[in-house]
């Protein structure tokens, strides 16, 4: 029982792996990191950074790469800027601005010398972790949902404890570009993991439940990432150390998330969440929905 409970302590950290160059991006990115890239008026990073203050996170672990000062420096202070707003009583920009400012202490920044893959990412973390659950939230997936996808995670976890992978059905063609989940028992929301297989061919999927970025993780992951050699694409991969603790009967779970995941790390996912938040905007919708009418009925009449 003692250990159950343990497993089911508050998940207080979270780590943010970010230190990728977001060539897809390029020539943006050359100066630029992709997490700050906006989508309407909000870089990614801030999406992710919200989802998780939602989910009661109140640490923060970035594992960053070399270029990423841009990406420290946005959740720092900026004096002159406050001070100008004040000055001309802007109010609410000013409010907006606050948002975005991080607590001294509450965020952590780790180098990932090597890109080696996202279970290498995560390990970097390991000494901040300590013997605790923790949450990883990649920002490259962007989630539109009414209750944020980690929170509602946050709450079935504390129902079950063990791992939780957030988990969405895809296409068979499209297996090949996720961790897929092998489930032996179905219950709805929630799936019991059997197994994971990383980026399989689509005869080889053992479901069409992918994996995306979030997850909750209890620290014997990090050990597992300790003895793990790489794996496919030459990295060291975070699902074949969450599948070491299947193997080791310790329980994992899939989360059906309620809401709409946006892949931002490709140009065309981040076009769709551009257009999406802008619709979902009380100020933007008319005009954007305006703009899309009229380039359909452009694109029909050419046909």
């Known amino acids: ?33 992709k997490e700050i890239m906006t989508l309407v008026d909000r870089p990614l990073i801030q999406y992710a950074i919200d989802e998780a203050r939602a989910a009661g996170i109140k640490e923060f672990i970035f594992v960053t790469s070399r270029g990423k000062g841009a990406l420290e420096d946005y959740f720092d202070h900026a004096p002159q800027l406050e001070q100008e707003l004040r000055r001309k009583n802007k109010t609410e920009l000013l409010e907006v601005l606050n948002s975005t400012n991080m607590e001294s202490g509450a965020i952590a920044y780790i180098r990932q010398h090597r890109a080696l893959g996202l279970g290498h990412a995560v390990w970097c973390a390991r000494r901040l972790i300590a013997n605790e659950p923790f949450a990883v939230i990649l920002p490259d997936d962007v989630i539109a949902a009414e209750k944020p996808c980690l ?13 939780m992978v957030a988990a969405m059905e895809v296409e068979p063609e499209r297996a090949s570009s996720y961790g897929m989940l092998d489930v032996s028992e179905d219950m709805g929301q929630l799936v019991k993991v059997k197994g994971m297989v990383e980026k399989p061919k689509a005869e080889d999927s053992p479901s069409n439940l992918a994996v995306i970025g979030r997850y909750i993780l209890s620290p014997s992951v990090l050990q597992n990432l300790n003895q793990l050699k790489s794996g496919s694409g030459g990295e060291i991969q975070l699902t074949d150390a969450i599948a070491r603790d299947i193997e080791l009967d310790r329980n994992v779970y899939g989360f059906r998330f309620r809401g709409q995941r946006f892949d931002c790390g490709s140009k065309s996912g981040f076009l769709q969440a551009t257009v999406a938040f802008g619709l979902a905007r009380e100020e933007l919708r008319d005009d954007l929905k305006a703009y899309l009418e009229s380039i359909i009925h452009l694109d029909k009449a050419a046909q």
């Open 1 to 33: 029982m003692e250990a159950v409970n343990y497993m089911r302590r508050k998940v207080t950290k979270a780590i943010f792996p970010v230190a990728g160059m977001g060539t897809r991006f390029l020539p943006a990115t050359k100066s630029v990191p």
């Open 151 to 163: 929170q509602q995670m946050v709450e079935a976890y504390a129902e079950t404890g063990g791992n």
